[in-house]
């Protein structure tokens, strides 16, 4: 059985002090505990926000990092700062990262295996474009990012992994991919996965949806067989709605 994970990406949003009133309003309200909750916060508030889930089952998630463990890369955060501070996730690969900070598919793969190397879990993102979507290449592209950011990847690490669909045209803009066009997405890759490491791998791996996620619309997503579930941007940075679509 597949553990259900839903994890608030918090973006570039929400400073020390806001990220610490956001979390303790998280932490006072009900969280079914079948599903697996994690929070993405920024650099800056990691540390404070470790503190505060200490004691909770809430996980906590970085939203980048670079593949090496020290050295001159100004301006990054190596996988070794980040364990120390005692992140459980990282998100790899998201879109928005791709799309503005040239992240590519080579360094998304260098990522994940250093992530792995420190025993942090990446939440790796795939996802198409809309005019990928509209020239009906999206299943092509999608097969690749996947193929491309597992290339080395030991199979035992397969349990470790998250992979979230996001399709790029759903992210931030309102419109949801429907639950049906979600949920054959991740079938497809799941079959990817499938493909690569056989079966056990591809019944073990967890798939999330992401792209405006929202209370109103969790339960039918998460109620599709392939879908795991979900990496929610902008609903996560309200408490009622976060908890909401936690508890869905
Ligand atoms: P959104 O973002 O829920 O605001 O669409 C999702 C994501 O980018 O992870």
Redesign the pocket.
């Known amino acids: 059985m597949r553990i259900p994970i839903i994890a608030g990406?918090w973006k570039m949003n929400n400073t020390l002090s806001q990220s610490i009133d956001l979390v303790k309003k998280i932490i006072e309200k009900y969280l079914r505990e079948e599903v697996e909750v994690v929070l993405a916060v920024p650099f800056t508030s990691l540390y404070e926000v470790k503190k505060l889930l200490e004691g909770t089952k809430i996980k906590l998630a970085a939203q980048n990092m670079h593949w090496e463990d020290k050295g001159a890369f100004t301006g990054e955060i190596s996988p070794l700062m980040l364990k120390e501070i005692g992140i459980d996730y990282c998100i790899i690969g998201?879109s928005e990262r791709r799309q503005y900070f040239n992240e590519r598919d080579e360094t998304v793969n260098k990522k994940i295996k250093a992530a792995l190397k420190h025993g942090i879990r990446p939440i790796v993102c795939v996802g198409e474009t809309l005019e990928e979507r509209e020239k009906n290449i999206h299943e092509d592209i999608v097969k690749n990012q996947v193929v491309k950011a597992f290339e080395g990847v030991d199979k035992d690490h397969i349990k470790d992994i998250v992979i979230a669909y996001?399709p790029i045209w759903?992210?931030?803009t309102g419109k949801t991919a429907s639950s049906e066009e979600a949920n054959k997405m991740c079938s497809l890759i799941r079959e990817a996965i499938g493909h690569i490491y056989g079966e056990e791998a591809k019944n073990t791996i967890r798939i999330q949806y992401?792209?405006?996620?929202k209370p109103d619309n969790i339960k039918e997503l998460m109620e599709k067989e392939e879908i795991d579930g979900a990496?929610?941007?902008?609903?996560s940075l309200n408490a009622e709605d976060f908890i909401d679509i936690v508890n869905y």
């Open positions: 990406n998201h996001e759903a992210i931030g992401g792209g405006s996620v990496l929610v941007g902008g609903a």
